[in-house]
């Protein structure tokens, strides 16, 4: 490169990479997305490593039970779970999975093919499907140690001349390791049939498209991480827009960014069946204004036949918010197998047994976990051994100590704040509510989506009993009696709670004093335009008048306190897009 060229740049740096930005492109880098990348890092470096123990694993199995009997069965080698397509062992979930489906049938665990194993376990290929400035590629190849090729494609030719030119800013080592080219994702992954251990898809807005071409192009056993920008979408605020993207449909409830986790979960899942494959979360999460998840993908038709047992639509009361999980399909035994069945149904009465109004139906959503507890505690200490190499350390840290405290059998969560509203009372404090739902002998942890979620095993009869002994000694105004707090409020409790502080209702977070939730470190941080775009209503519609304003005015205020971040969130999502438009229409016209 010329040094002429070099006086129009900026050299950015972040990680141990560093990318040229043209002084006149702003938008080009997201700053925002350190937090990102960083996640993506840090459980890239945990695959690896639970990648080569699941190996190691494989190979010993296969010396052990290679010196008890000299020929194996092919069906029989199978129904043990150790060899996969490629030879790798799928580790522990999977190899439960064909333990399951040998009991449905012997059929299908011998069509699993079987090929000798790679003594050798290669370094892990990664396709970086929409590479932009390659910033990320860059950050994989020079931190992830053992990391393999990694492949950063983009379809926009800009795009592909800045991460090449990148790339070779980053020397030796990288341009060896990643190599940049000028292709739609889409073909490049369908012509790539499991060609990759990783496939990372952080595009600008839904992923949806991408979605049945990355299924297919992640190896068994391999990774697939991906990026929802599009929150409000997901998140209810046009619901007939996330059903035709993702074929789910989302409600506006309190959890709504959990069930974007969930919408986007099922969504992966449906498409990878179409091949004969299924996903097991490892990770999901919802940094900032996007949602994350990052799944290890198998392949087994007797295990696909599970899909249903995983998914849920969700009723949710329209006058109190109370909700409940209908399973979309259920497993009944059969002699020696599974028989499969629609789910049995309804789980609600017509109407609310609580306030006696009418459900609202969402989903189907993924309802079985969403993280892998054991994989995120290893996250998590991979991310303290190493904390100089993570510029976002703190967020990322206090972000995976939170999750690792979910519960993980327990599907969306309650607001506090939400339940008080409904009755119209002032709430108990979180310790508080916390206690009575322990000490009335149920589970409760918090949510890494919500600083005042409260994810509980509870019926919601014993969370309206709690309430109603709170507002006892915390008494309301009378409201008309059809209003659904009456009603709730009319009923006498069946449950008497106890409101002494348990130590449980502590999360270990908090005891240990590890920040759970922090504010974004200025004001308008996440996502922005796309780069050399028009700012437009669908703009503003996909990530929010905060961010559109704060690109076009340019904003660089200190951060709010953390609740009042939380607030303006779930304000973007709530508003109407007919609100934002006028508020964009506003801007432009103020700025004009
Ligand atoms: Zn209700």
Redesign the pocket.
């Known amino acids: 490169m010329e040094t002429a060229d070099l006086n129009d740049y900026t050299v950015i740096k972040e990680g141990e990479a560093e990318i040229l930005m043209h002084k006149k492109n702003k938008v080009f880098f997201n700053k925002a997305q350190v937090n990102n990348r960083d996640m993506s890092i840090a459980v890239l470096r945990a695959f690896i490593s639970k990648r080569k123990q699941e190996h190691d694993a494989m190979l010993s199995k296969r010396a052990r039970s290679s010196g008890k009997v000299v020929e194996k069965d092919v069906s029989e080698v199978s129904k043990e779970g150790a060899p996969t397509e490629n030879g790798e062992d799928n580790g522990k979930t999977n190899g439960e999975e064909h333990e399951a489906s040998s009991k449905d049938g012997s059929k299908e665990a011998a069509k699993t093919t079987y090929e000798p194993a790679r003594r050798e376990l290669k370094p892990p290929r990664v396709l970086e499907a929409l590479s932009a400035s390659g910033l990320r590629a860059l950050r994989y190849a020079r931190e992830v140690e053992g990391i393999g090729q990694v492949v950063a494609l983009d379809n926009d030719p800009a795009s592909v001349e800045a991460c090449q030119r990148n790339i070779k800013f980053n020397g030796l080592m990288s341009t060896s390791k990643v190599e940049s080219h000028l292709t739609d994702a889409r073909v490049h992954m369908l012509t790539n049939p499991k060609e990759f251990d990783v496939v990372d898809l952080d595009p600008y807005g839904a992923p949806s498209i991408f979605l049945d071409s990355a299924v297919q192009s992640v190896a068994d056993g391999g990774l697939l991480m991906c990026t929802a920008t599009d929150m409000a979408v997901l998140c209810g605020a046009n619901g007939e827009v996330c059903y035709s993207k993702y074929g789910s449909y989302p409600l506006k409830g309190k959890y709504c960014h959990e069930m974007a986790l969930r919408i986007l979960l099922a969504s992966i899942e449906s498409h990878a069946n179409r091949y004969k494959r299924y996903i097991v979360p490892v990770l999901s999460v919802q940094i900032d204004f996007y949602a994350r998840v990052f799944v290890r993908i198998y392949t087994s038709a007797s295990a696909m036949k599970n899909t249903p047992l995983k998914l849920s639509y969700v009723y949710q ?1 329209i ?4 909700f409940h999980l209908q399973s979309v399909g259920r497993s009944l035994p059969k002699h020696n197998s599974v028989r499969y069945q629609a789910g049995l149904g309804p789980v609600v009465p017509q109407d ?1 047994t ?4 009418k459900y609202n139906m969402g989903g189907p959503i993924w309802s079985a976990p969403m993280h892998d507890q054991e994989w995120v505690t290893s996250i998590l200490n991979g991310v303290k051994s190493m904390k100089d190499r993570y510029p976002a350390y703190n967020k990322i840290c206090s972000m995976l100590t939170t999750i690792s405290e979910e519960l993980p059998d327990v599907p969306l969560f309650l607001s506090l704040h939400n339940l008080a509203a409904t009755l119209k009372c002032t709430s108990p404090s979180a310790a508080m509510f916390r206690s009575a739902v322990i000490n009335a002998k149920y589970r409760v942890s918090g949510s890494h989506v919500n600083p005042l979620g409260i994810k509980t095993d509870a019926p919601m009869e014993i969370i309206w009993d709690i309430m109603r002994c709170w507002v006892k000694n915390h008494p309301v105004k009378a409201q008309s009696p059809d209003h ?1 707090g009456s009603v709730i409020l009319s009923k006498e409790p069946s449950h008497q709670a106890d409101f002494s502080r348990h130590v449980g209702s502590l999360s270990k977070a908090q005891v240990k004093k590890v920040a759970r939730f922090l504010p974004n470190p200025e004001k308008h941080w996440g996502p922005k335009v796309r780069a050399g775009r028009q700012i437009t209503s669908k703009h503003v519609s996909l990530i929010g008048h905060e961010a559109v304003n704060g690109h076009l005015n340019g904003h660089k205020e200190a951060a709010g306190a953390e609740e009042e971040e939380e607030e303006e969130k779930e304000d973007v999502v709530e508003d109407e897009p007919e609100m934002k438009r006028q508020k964009i229409t506003e801007v432009i016209a103020s700025s004009s």
């Open positions: 009361c006058g109190c918010d109370s609310c609580h306030c006696g109004k659904p």
